[in-house]
């Protein structure tokens, strides 16, 4: 070098020394002092001050890290902030354990953004409240009764939620823990064989024909009614009939769209004169 800074130079001593120092596997010099020499000279060769270059971009990588370390404990403050004024109790005698009757008495909950007022309405007056040209889309899924109570080998009973089909099992959620290997079984032909955990999740082999499934549960199945319904004084029967949207169609849904629930004949009727668009 023709122009040599030995500040640089000491500096890129201590900088290749320290590679050792934090992973072994990075020691390439073995600490061999004239061997970390010659690659501070060689980095030195292309740029006069590259340590200081390198000093510098690590303290603004530093700064960044620590701004992303700040602003990300200010969002995850700010979420669970925002989540707080969401959360509230509903008192256990304001929670209705069967539908209205009809359906479409149920209460509405309204907010007038020029009163600046709540109230509450029924549900059969929606169509007051919905905008010119809205457009409603209706949901045709049909609720499956997706649940199932099962006996372990060890005489226990356990509470499956059908989820979906996968490579010919089924994915389920279970009320508690379950053996891989074990089986869960519905009567003396109808089992199911734990085939591993997945996450939340446990994959099930049947031991029928996957194309068979939906008609087990229809048979032996109960309506996947909200857990904030506990003691529902309507019958399985009932609950099949009155846990399921007038439009539902095509099967395959493990909870209904809770609202879809308040809609009548005479409700749809009442919304096709107000020229609202119905889509489905």
């Given amino acids: ?73 200010k969002m995850k403050n700010n979420f669970d902030e925002l989540m707080e004024l969401y959360d509230y109790e509903v008192p256990k005698n304001l929670i209705a354990q069967k539908p209205a009757c009809p359906p479409d008495t149920a209460k509405l909950l309204v907010y007038s953004k020029d009163k600046g007022a ?17 457009v409603l889309v209706f949901n045709e899924t049909k609720v499956l009764p997706a649940r199932l109570v099962l006996t372990k080998e060890t005489g226990g009973r356990v509470k499956i939620l059908y989820v979906a089909k996968k490579d010919g099992c089924i994915c389920v959620m279970a009320d508690r823990k379950l053996a891989a290997g074990s089986k869960l079984r519905l009567n003396k032909k109808i089992f199911f064989t734990v085939k591993k955990s997945d996450g939340k999740y446990y994959i099930l082999v049947p031991s029928f024909k996957i194309s068979a499934l939906f008609a087990v549960l ?63």
């Avoid at 709540?118 to 809205?134: G, H, Q, V, W």
């Fill in 118 to 134: 709540t109230y509450c309405d029924r549900f059969l007056n929606i169509a007051e409240y919905l905008p010119k040209n809205a």
């Fill in 218 to 280: 229809e048979r032996y199945g109960q309506m996947p009614i909200p857990p904030y319904i506990k003691n529902s004084p309507l019958t399985e029967s009932e609950l099949k009939k009155k846990y399921q949207a007038i439009f539902a169609r095509r099967k395959g849904s493990v909870a209904a769209p809770t609202a879809s629930l308040h809609f009548t004949k005479r409700l749809l009727a009442k919304i096709k004169k107000s020229a609202l668009l119905l889509n489905s």
């Fill in 1 to 73: 070098m023709d122009n040599f800074d030995i500040e640089q130079f000491r500096m890129g001593l201590d900088v290749e020394l320290e590679h050792g120092l934090v992973d072994l596997a990075t020691n390439v010099t073995n600490d061999d002092e004239i061997m970390t020499g010659k690659i501070a000279l060689a980095h030195l060769n292309e740029f006069p001050d590259y340590y200081t270059r390198l000093a510098k971009m690590e303290k603004e990588a530093e700064e960044f890290h620590d701004k992303k370390r700040i602003i990300g404990r």
